[in-house]
Nanobody, 122 residues
């Protein structure tokens, strides 16, 4: 199971830290990712991290602002979001990849958690 939390309402330029609690079975050997979906838009990749944290990947629009990390001892995934913009407003979901390497493609993930709403006001 995956459970994302930490979303909220923040002004543009502010920060939020999302967390995702995972069961050990689907976390310890799997790449992990964050995706988001805004109303009326397709789900999009935000960030991903390999099983041991040795590689991380970001969509261009969040590079330099967002940082993905993981704590394998605690089975936790994080997304630190700084310099938030109104266009970051969406429901954010964490997901576990089918293998050890994270992917930018949603169909490479086979476990999805309930999302957490992030709203950035201008």
């Amino acid at each position: 199971q995956l459970q994302a939390f930490g979303g909220g309402l923040v002004q543009a330029g502010g920060s939020l830290r999302l967390s995702c609690a995972a069961s050990r079975r689907m976390f310890s050997n799997n790449g992990m990712g964050w995706f988001r979906q805004a109303p009326g838009k397709d789900r999009e990749f935000v960030a991903g991290i390999n099983w041991n944290g040795d590689g991380s990947y970001y969509r261009d629009s969040v590079k330099g602002r967002f940082t993905i990390s993981r704590d394998n001892a605690m089975n936790m995934l994080y997304l630190q979001m700084n310099s938030l913009k109104p266009e970051d407003t969406a429901v954010y979901h964490c997901a576990a990849a089918r293998g050890a390497i994270a992917s930018m493609t949603a169909n490479m993930y086979n476990y999805w958690g309930q999302g957490t709403q992030v709203t950035v006001s201008s």
